[in-house]
């Protein structure tokens, strides 16, 4: 597919319309995240956030991330290694 102006895509939008858009982002962007960051992980008490920096606050989401998915490769090895030793016991057995 070639590429596409995306002014083809969307009406022309009133300055004030983005001022105001930009204005609400930068008031609410946190209270907003921190909302969906409690129903995420309830024991985060997320006027800590306040002071932290974005950046800061998605190097600790990332790690957080991290943390989750080498706890999942670990369950899987952990499980894999199980059961072939359970099918070798088996095999061993006849």
Known sequence: ???VP????????DPKFLTT?????????????GIWLAGLLPGVDSTDSEHTPKADL?????DD?????ARAIED???F???????DHEL???K
């Open 1 to 3: 597919m070639a590429w």
């Open 6 to 13: 995306l002014d083809r895509f969307a009406a022309p939008v």
């Open 21 to 33: 858009w930009r204005d609400f982002e930068d008031r609410f962007e946190k209270p907003l995240a």
């Open 58 to 62: 998605q190097w600790e989401n990332d």
């Open 65 to 69: 991330d991290g943390l989750e998915q």
């Open 76 to 78: 899987a090895i952990k």
């Open 80 to 86: 894999t290694y199980e059961t072939t030793s359970a």
């Open 91 to 93: 095999n061993e057995a």
